[in-house]
């Protein structure tokens, strides 16, 4: 994320094996994997080419899945990505001639594979959009304060944050935050006051 240049490869350019290995040294260095419906499709077949390469698993990383932010949160009369995207003004998937781009691709056409990593790239550029946009809505993201091991905003990273009132759960009061550049919501990790638990006569 918030890099230039974005990463593609594919059968046309590499060996199989090779490109396999570069995808699962990319899932190895990373905190954490953003995809969109990869938690059914993507991570899985990732998986089932590591096992047929014979390549180990890659160390335990984090997920987000944005579909399902997106399932969950909210309400669009359709949830794929170039739907979500055009109604937020991200901008659009790349137009290409359907089915017949992947048939030419597997025959190894270089202009469909150059409209193919077009295609693909475009796809990379949403999903950083999106994830930027939806990054206070999300209640599972990686907690950034345990990697920057200091009080921050755990979704984006942030320093810059405002008290905003108190969180309550059945045993303690906590003081709530508001983050200054995502919008994130959070609490403090420490109780201000612990309530007294009563037991009914």
């Known amino acids: ?46 998986n ?15 997920e987000m899945d944005l579909l399902k932010v997106v399932r969950k949160k909210f309400r669009f009369p359709s949830n794929k990505l170039n739907y979500v995207a ?29 409209d193919m990593e077009t295609y693909n790239k475009m796809d990379v550029v949403l999903l950083e959009k ?3 946009i939806l990054l206070p809505w999300m209640k599972t993201h990686m907690n950034h304060s345990l990697i920057e091991r200091e009080a921050c905003c755990p979704n984006c990273g942030s320093r810059v944050y405002q008290k905003r009132g108190f969180a309550y759960t059945s045993a303690a009061r906590y003081q709530r935050y508001q983050c200054n550049r995502c919008h994130s919501w959070f609490r403090g990790v420490k109780s201000l006051e612990k309530l007294e638990r009563y037991t009914p006569l």
């Open 48 to 62: 089932k080419e590591f096992l047929l390469h014979d390549i180990p698993p890659p160390s335990p990383v984090k």
């Open 1 to 46: 994320m918030g890099e230039e240049e974005i990463l593609f490869d594919s059968v046309y350019k590499s060996r199989t094996r090779s490109m396999i290995k570069r995808v699962h040294a990319l899932i190895e260095e990373a905190d954490m994997v953003v995809h969109y419906h990869g938690s059914s499709f993507d991570i899985p077949t990732l």
């Open 86 to 114: 055009q109604r937020l003004k991200l901008g659009a998937k790349v137009e290409h001639e359907g089915h017949t781009l992947w048939v030419k691709c597997m025959n190894n056409d270089p202009q469909a594979w150059a």
């Open 130 to 132: 999106l994830y930027q």
